[in-house]
């Protein structure tokens, strides 16, 4: 059985996946890592939303950055008093007194994506921890001295400049669907493992002669129509589970998959 054909019943003949125990091992590895990348869309989708909300909201915070330069690791601007602007995505800090911390930009983020904070002596950038910031940073906040070479140079009227000319290169969506390919490698692969136990004890009480493998690759095979389905709903619906829905309506096909599959005299 080729892939194609494997894809095919996995949505059009659920009483042929049975077959796919005979897929060898190579093969079913490259179609899980196909439905991974169908899984990572969701989070692409959401990445690239909060790029694209970022760099408009950026443009308005260019307009509202005054005069500054980096002087032995900190900053000097004639404008002494700080201020916080607030966007849909963005908090911006510009504190040049030192009266705020890093902790203060964090906590600062509540119902946005996205806090920056120009201190006295680092430039502070938090990000909303959720599953795509996730996958893709690692972490969620990152403070950087302006001692630091990319930014001892740092000045007002270039930070305006990059804010309000800055564009997306066209192949951050790949890279970005590339990231979050492996978290969602990892949590299939769980969640498969974990869902073909329970199939496993299925097939013998129903008393289909196949091992815990074979029921693996049928596993996965019958998670084809699960993990498109809940792609799609992840894609509209932030916050919705599915690694619940595709263990729940994966089980349900692979008991349709072994129906009619060889009997233990």
């Known amino acids: ?15 042929q996946l049975k077959y796919a125990k005979n897929l060898g ?15 990572a869309i969701p989070i692409t989708l959401q990445v690239r939303n909060a790029f694209s909300d970022i760099q408009s909201d950026g443009e308005k915070i260019a307009e509202q950055i005054p005069d500054f330069t980096i002087e032995n690791g900190e900053m000097e601007t004639e404008q002494q008093e700080g ?6 995505s963005i908090i911006f800090t510009f504190d040049p007194e030192g009266q705020r ?5 964090s906590t ?18 938090s990000v909303q921890s959720n599953e ?12 950087f001295s302006y001692n630091e070479e990319p930014l001892q140079n ?27 390919t492996y978290p969602s490698f990892i949590n299939l692969i769980v969640t498969f493992l974990i869902v073909t136990i329970i199939g496993n004890l299925y097939s013998r009480i129903r008393r289909v002669k196949n091992r815990f493998l074979d029921n693996l690759k049928i596993m996965i095979a019958s998670a084809t129509l699960p993990v498109i389905i809940g792609a799609v709903i992840n894609s509209f619906v932030l916050g919705f589970d599915s690694t619940t829905f595709i263990a729940i309506l994966s089980f349900f096909i692979f008991t349709q ?9």
């Open 154 to 180: 740092l000045s007002g009227e270039e930070l305006r400049n990059e804010l309000s000319q800055s564009q997306l290169p066209w192949w951050t969506p790949l890279v970005v669907l590339l990231i979050a």
């Open 83 to 88: 201020f916080i602007y607030q966007t849909d």
């Open 132 to 143: 795509a910031t996730e996958a893709v940073l690692g972490d969620n906040q990152f403070e």
């Open 25 to 39: 091992f190579g093969k079913i590895v490259i179609y899980l890592l196909l439905l991974s990348l169908i899984a």
């Open 108 to 125: 600062d983020m509540i119902g946005n994506f996205l806090s920056v904070g120009l201190l006295q002596d680092e430039a502070v950038l």
């Open 1 to 15: 059985m080729s892939l194609l054909q494997l894809a095919k019943n996995s949505i059009l003949h659920f009483n």
């Open 101 to 105: 911390t890093p902790e203060d930009i």
């Open 257 to 265: 998959a072994i129906k009619n599959a060889k009997k233990i005299e």
